[in-house]
């Protein structure tokens, strides 16, 4: 017989919505809502996360939020400790990019994410972020994980770029299994052999997790693709997809920005594709109610 998906992840049953094991077989979890400030991740609203790839200037985090703020994003992004592959490039303004960060949220009320990279850090960065992110290179640092999880934050799990779906299900059960429910996975590309792009964006990842896991899913089109003109037909896949959000790379003159400038969208750029992706996630809206509906049809069978 067909191996079913509970039976093909069984590594990590807390992070599956179909219970298959004893007597609990048949049963399904809920979906987890993961709280930020005031309002959720994986509810019904589609919650958008944007800024720059890093905190710059005070000038640069507040006009990007401000902008961001008015297109409909909920949510701040700006890395302070930034992971770099080369060990010349600018790594982030740590503590100082924090404090911007935090003088961002006060000024618009958005909320904040911004990565960890450090487990010495998780305290410092906890006192700032309202949501945690662990980044695609850090996805299996397991003493990292632990101490995040322990932050009691939530945590923006990001997919590495060499790891299956069952290694990133591994990393989210090791949360979890830290005491923290509140786990946002994130697919952003993962390295094939194609080169067009600066990785491949993996939609049927997407939609395999929002099957399979109980957890939110967001997507990030802009680390996926690499190339700015990409950035919103990616971001259009990904609600199509599934996704209960995005993480997208916004600066306010991408040619000059410190890090991620080629994939990074200028202010009329993201304003675009924030009204052109309006009537998907109005769409979304009308397909998360039919599948609501059949998924309650489908419980009553069982049941
Ligand atoms: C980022 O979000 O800027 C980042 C470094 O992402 P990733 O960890 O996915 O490469
Ligand atoms: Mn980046």
Redesign the pocket.
């Known amino acids: 017989m067909r191996e079913t998906w509970p039976e093909r992840f069984a590594e990590t049953p807390d992070v599956l919505i179909d219970l298959e094991v004893g007597a609990q077989a048949g049963a399904r979890r809920e979906r987890t809502h993961v709280p930020v400030r005031d309002f959720v991740v994986g509810g019904d609203e589609f919650v958008t996360m944007a800024g720059p ?1 890093s905190v710059e200037t005070e000038r640069q985090l507040l006009a990007t939020a401000e902008h961001v703020r008015r297109c409909g994003a909920r949510v701040l ?1 700006g ?1 302070a400790f ?2 770099r592959t080369s060990p010349y490039a600018f790594h982030g303004l740590g503590l100082e990019g924090l404090k911007l960060l935090a003088k961002a949220r006060q000024e618009t009320g958005l909320a904040v994410v911004t ?1 960890v990279m450090s487990e010495c850090d998780v305290a410092m960065v906890a006192e700032t972020a309202d949501i945690l ?1 662990i ?3 850090s996805m299996e640092n397991y003493s990292l994980l632990e101490a995040a999880a322990h932050s009691g934050r939530p945590i923006l799990l ?1 997919r590495g ?1 060499v790891a299956t779906i069952g290694d990133f299900l591994k990393s989210a059960q090791f949360i979890l299994e830290n005491g923290n429910p509140n786990v946002i996975l994130c697919e ?1 590309g993962i390295r094939t052999f194609e080169t067009a792009m600066r990785n491949t964006f993996d939609a049927a990842g997407i939609a395999l997790l929002k099957k399979i896991a109980h957890l939110p899913v967001i997507a ?1 089109p802009s ?1 996926a693709a690499g190339h700015r003109d990409l950035v919103p037909d990616l971001a259009r896949i990904g609600v199509a997809a599934g996704a209960d959000g995005l ?1 997208v ?1 916004v600066h306010p003159d991408p040619e000059r920005a410190w ?2 400038g080629e994939q990074s969208l200028n202010f009329a750029e993201f304003g675009a594709m924030m009204d052109n992706l309006a009537p998907w996630i109005a769409l979304r809206e009308r397909h998360r109610s039919w599948q609501h509906t059949a998924e309650a049809r489908s419980l009553e069978v069982v049941g």
Do not use: A, N, V
């Open positions: 790839c992004r890395g930034k992971p990565e992110q980044g695609s290179r990001k770029m952003r990030d680390h993480i790379e890090s991620d």
